[in-house]
């Protein structure tokens, strides 16, 4: 430390007086063997591509433009086939329950039910894996399935 109150210190990239250099990317082989004649410090990295590049789906490049979009993408919604099969199927002989005793055997509200039976819920699988299944109906169809031990 000296006792000099005139003296300054720089701090900084310009300090030795010569103008800074700036890293820079090569491109092509003909920029590589130049920087190389001059002397210039290099570094090489390799860049990969992705892990699917020899996949040719689109999948990748679908999600991409998702994601770059400002529009909200609307969830799937339930079937509108399925939901009229839950809505028939409850009604008939075999299976007379309200909407309140099916959500109950289920094991969820009433309006859950109201919601799946109208068409205007979102696809949740295991609501409809339940449901179908007290109905005894496909999730995937809506047609009712065969008794037990007859195929």
């Known amino acids: 430390m000296s006792d000099d109150w005139d003296s300054v210190t720089k701090i900084g990239s310009k300090t030795r007086g010569g103008p800074s250099t700036r890293e820079t990317v090569v491109k092509g082989k003909s920029a590589l063997n130049a920087a190389q004649r001059t002397g210039a410090v290099l570094a090489t990295e390799k860049k990969f591509g992705s892990i699917n590049a020899a996949d040719k789906s689109t999948e990748g490049a ?62 949740n699988q295991q609501l409809l894996n339940k449901v179908c299944r007290v109905l005894k109906i496909s999730p995937k169809t809506g047609q009712p399935l065969p008794p037990p031990g007859k195929k």
């Open 62 to 123: 679908r999600l991409t433009k998702v994601d770059r979009t400002d529009d909200v993408v609307a969830p799937q919604k339930l079937d509108s086939s399925i939901s009229n099969s839950i809505k028939n199927r409850r009604a008939e002989e075999g299976f007379k329950m309200t909407q309140a005793q099916l959500a109950q055997k289920v094991n969820v509200s009433a309006n859950d039910i109201k919601t799946l039976e109208s068409g205007a819920a979102i696809k």
